[in-house]
T-cell receptor, first 114, second 119 residues
Framework: GNSVTQMEGPVTLSEEAFLTINCTYTATGYPSLFWYVQYPGEGLQLLLKATKADDKGSNKGFEATYRKETTSFHLEKGSVQVSDSAVYFCALRAGGTSYGKLTFGQGTILTVHP | GAVVSQHPSWVICKSGTSVKIECRSLDFQATTMFWYRQFPKQSLMLMATSNEGSKATYEQGVEKDKFLINHASLTLSTLTVTSAHPEDSSFYIC???????????????FGPGTRLLVL
């Protein structure tokens, strides 16, 4: 079946540090890949996505590249801010009979200190 | 952007009672709504997918008679936890999509979640 594995957190960084959150996946076919962010007390928001191999999704300074050869979609940001503190979820959406269904990783808590 | 609301945001109930959670798409028509359950420090687990006007499709292991889903309109879906027990205590999250399920441009918009505590 489909699965997503994220690096375990929590991750604690100082402001302006470089961020990497690893994400690898297992899926049949060619899934679409997503990063969602959940700020305290709010619902999940789509951060970025990539729909085919070698695509790079980017938003708000965050980037992730769809690597089919390593089945990865690592999230990166060059300089984090305190406001980036949140829970980050990697997810995939496969095709076939799984149309529309998202499979999520376990989430990574990020805390950024001033 | 598209906004999805949930009501209530939290609820406490006695064991054996039923609880209804509403999910509304505020500024778009949702052809498909999804219901998830999230345990502490764990990922979201899809419970069921519902399309307006048709029966919900439940994931394996989810009791459809316990978790009743009604998607009566394009802006409202409800999840009713029947005869709730303490093990049903969890964070329930809905999402809504206005694209065709599986379409390349489909995006799910998530509600803020409902925390249920069954005593």
């Amino acid at each position: 079946g489909n699965s997503v594995t994220q690096m375990e957190g929590p991750v604690t960084l100082s402001e302006e540090a470089f961020l990497t959150i690893n994400c690898t996946y297992t899926a049949t076919g060619y899934p679409s890949l997503f990063w969602y962010v959940q700020y305290p007390g709010e619902g999940l928001q789509l951060l970025l996505k990539a729909t085919k191999a070698d695509d790079k999704g980017s938003n708000k300074g965050f980037e992730a590249t769809y690597r089919k050869e390593t089945t990865s979609f690592h999230l990166e940001k060059g300089s984090v801010q305190v406001s980036d503190s949140a829970v980050y979820f990697c997810a995939l959406r496969a095709g076939g009979t799984s149309y529309g269904k998202l499979t999520f990783g376990q989430g990574t808590i990020l805390t950024v200190h001033p | 952007g598209a906004v999805v609301s949930q009501h209530p945001s939290w609820v406490i109930c006695k064991s054996g009672t039923s609880v209804k959670i509403e999910c509304r798409s505020l500024d778009f028509q949702a052809t498909t709504m999804f219901w998830y359950r999230q345990f502490p420090k764990q990922s979201l687990m899809l419970m069921a997918t519902s399309n307006e006007g048709s029966k919900a499709t439940y994931e394996q292991g989810v009791e459809k008679d316990k978790f009743l889903i009604n998607h009566a309109s394009l802006t409202l879906s409800t999840l009713t936890v029947t005869s709730a027990h303490p093990e049903d205590s969890s964070f329930y999250i809905c999402s809504a999509s206005h694209g065709l399920a599986g379409g390349s441009q489909e995006t799910q918009y998530f509600g803020p979640g409902t925390r249920l505590l069954v005593l």
